[in-house]
C-alpha cells in the first residue's frame, strides 16, 4: 500500500514536467547514478538507482563550487519519502531527485521551503541569521560561477567587470535586509546574523525575494546541466544578465560587477532589461564634461555609475533620453542606486518630479548633470566643471528617498561610465547618426564659402559593428 501512495506523489511530482523535460531529468538521473541505461535493467532496477555525494560532486566539479554541491545533496536527501525511514540513507533515490527538482523549479514558496531550510543547515530547525548570510552568500557565488563557466554571461565576463567578491557580499546583504521577524521589525548588522529565524519567517522572505528562486533555478539547470535548453526558460532567468555591448575589446574593466548588474537590471522597466551598451567610459572618451553630453544625449534610457575618490560606486537611472535642457526631465520610473559599499536602490517618493537634468552653457542655470532632489542640492549631481560632484541628503534625497551616496558631500570623481538600457531610439540610430552639419546645410555651405573646413567631421565615433558577444 505504502508503495502506491509514493508512486501516487511520485507521479503527481513527474507530470508537472514536459515529456521532453522528465526525459532529461531522467537521462540526468541516470548518469548520476551510473545507470547503464539498457530497457532490462531500466525497468527492473530503476527504483534501486541512488546517487551518492560523491557521484554529485564528480557531476558538478567544474561548474559549481563545492559548498553549494553539498547543500544541493542535503536539499535532496531531507525529502522524505512515504514508508522509508527518513534521514537513515545517505543515498539519493529517484523519487527523491525528482521532487527536489519539481519543488524547486516548478514549486511555490511553501513548496520549496523545507528543501531551502535543508540547503541552508542539515539540521532543520530555527536558523541563524549567520546560517542564511552563508547560504545566500554561496548562492551569488555559485550564481556567478556557473554562468561564466557556462558562457551564459552574454558579453560580460570576469576580466571586463569589477571583481565580484565584494558584489557577492554586498547583493546578500541587500537581499538579507528583507529577513521579517513575525512582529514586523528588520534585524540588521551583527544583531541579524545573531537572530533565529523559523520556517515561517525564511518561507515569507523566499516569497517576497524572488532572486533566492531564480537564483537556485539557474544552480540547478546550469550547474546540473537539466532543462537549461528547453523552451521552459522563465523570463526571470532569461534577463538575468543583459547582453553587453561596447566593452569588447577596449580594453576598459567596468565599475559595475556581476551581482550589481543582476540587482539593477532585475530593477529596469521589463523592456529595458535584456540589453546594456557603453556609450560613455571616462577612461575611453576622457575627463570632459561636453565629451560626456556628446555621448549620452538622445540615446534613450542610461545607467550613469560613477566612482568617487573614495572609492564609492553609485549613479541613477535615467529613463528617457537626457537633453540639454534648463528643466526637469524624465519620470517615475528613474531610480538612484549604491554599488559599493552596499548595494541598494531608491525610488521615487512621489514628493516632486525632479528626476533627471542636464544642462551646459547656460549663465543662469546651474550647468551639469543632476538627479534628485533640487538646484544646488540634488542627490547626484555632476558638475558642468568635470570632476566636481555632491550627494546631497540630509536626511534624505527628497525625489528618491536616497541617502548620502558619496562618501563625502561633496566629492571629487574618479571613474564614471553610461550604459545605454534596452534598445537604441530611432533617433539615435546609425541613419541618424547627424552633426549639426547634416542637420542644416546652409550652415555647412556658408562654412564652406568662408573658407572654413568641417571640423566636427574628425570628431565622430567610429560606428561600432553590433558585436555578437554570445
Not at 541516470?30 to 555525494?53: C, H, I, P, Y
Not at 536527501?77 to 545517505?90: A, C, T
Not at 558562457?151 to 569589477?162: A, D, I, M, P
Request: proline share 5%; aromatic share 8%.
Amino acid at each position: 500500500k505504502m508503495g502506491n501512495a509514493e508512486s501516487n506523489a511520485y507521479q503527481n511530482h513527474l507530470s508537472r514536467f514536459l515529456p521532453e523535460e522528465q526525459s532529461d531529468i531522467d537521462g540526468l538521473f541516470d548518469t548520476l547514478s551510473g545507470s547503464s541505461g539498457s530497457a532490462g535493467t531500466k525497468n527492473a532496477k530503476a527504483a534501486k538507482k541512488t546517487v551518492t555525494l560523491a557521484a554529485l560532486q564528480a557531476h558538478t566539479r567544474e561548474p559549481l563550487p563545492e559548498p553549494m554541491t553539498a547543500r544541493l545533496y542535503n536539499g535532496m536527501k531531507s525529502i522524505d519519502l512515504p514508508g522509508k525511514s527518513s534521514g537513515l540513507s545517505e543515498q539519493i533515490a529517484k523519487e527523491q531527485f525528482v521532487i527536489f527538482m519539481s519543488n524547486l523549479l516548478k514549486g511555490n514558496a511553501d513548496e520549496k521551503i523545507s528543501i531551502i531550510m535543508r540547503m541552508i543547515a542539515k539540521t532543520g530547525g530555527p536558523l541563524k541569521g549567520k546560517q542564511i548570510q552563508e547560504f545566500t552568500e554561496d548562492l551569488i557565488t555559485s550564481v556567478v560561477h556557473v554562468l561564466s563557466y557556462r558562457k551564459e554571461l552574454k558579453g560580460w565576463s570576469l576580466e571586463n567587470t569589477r571583481d565580484s567578491s565584494s558584489g557577492v557580499k554586498a547583493l546578500a546583504s541587500e537581499l538579507l535586509s528583507e529577513l521579517k521577524l513575525p512582529d514586523g521589525t528588520k534585524p540588521v548588522g551583527s544583531q541579524l546574523l545573531e537572530t533565529s529565524f523559523d520556517q515561517s519567517v525564511i518561507e515569507d522572505w523566499v516569497y517576497r525575494v524572488p532572486q533566492i528562486s531564480v537564483f537556485l533555478s539557474v544552480v540547478i539547470r546550469q550547474g546540473l546541466h537539466v532543462l537549461h535548453s528547453l523552451p521552459d526558460q522563465t523570463n526571470d532567468i532569461l534577463n538575468l544578465v543583459p547582453h553587453c555591448k561596447g566593452i569588447k575589446g577596449r580594453g576598459v574593466v567596468s565599475l559595475f560587477d556581476i551581482p550589481a548588474i543582476i540587482y539593477i537590471n532585475s530593477h529596469l522597466p521589463a523592456e529595458m532589461q535584456h540589453k546594456w551598451q557603453l556609450l560613455f567610459s571616462s577612461r575611453l572618451h576622457g575627463e570632459s564634461f561636453s565629451q560626456l553630453c556628446a555621448h549620452i544625449v538622445n540615446k534613450g534610457p542610461c545607467l550613469v555609475i560613477i566612482r568617487d575618490l573614495d572609492g564609492f560606486l553609485f549613479g541613477g537611472f535615467a529613463s528617457h533620453s537626457w537633453e540639454v535642457k534648463p528643466q526637469f526631465q524624465g519620470d517615475n520610473r528613474c531610480f538612484l542606486f549604491s554599488v559599493f559599499p552596499t548595494l541598494a536602490v531608491y525610488t521615487y517618493t512621489g514628493y516632486n518630479d525632479h528626476y533627471m537634468y542636464l544642462n551646459h552653457g547656460q549663465q543662469t542655470m546651474p550647468n551639469g548633470l543632476g538627479m534628485g532632489g533640487q538646484h544646488g542640492y540634488f542627490g547626484l549631481w555632476i558638475d558642468s566643471d568635470y570632476g566636481k560632484g555632491h550627494s546631497k541628503a540630509k536626511p534624505r534625497c527628497t525625489t528618491y528617498n536616497s541617502p548620502q551616496l558619496s562618501a563625502k558631500e561633496d566629492f571629487t570623481l574618479d571613474a564614471m561610465e553610461v550604459w545605454a538600457v534596452g534598445d537604441a531610439p530611432e533617433s539615435a540610430g546609425r541613419k541618424g547618426k547627424k552633426s549639426i552639419l547634416d542637420v542644416d546645410p546652409q550652415a555647412q555651405a556658408l562654412l564652406e564659402m568662408a573658407g572654413k573646413s568641417r571640423q566636427s567631421e574628425g570628431l565622430r565615433e567610429p560606428v561600432e559593428e553590433d558585436e555578437e558577444e554570445d
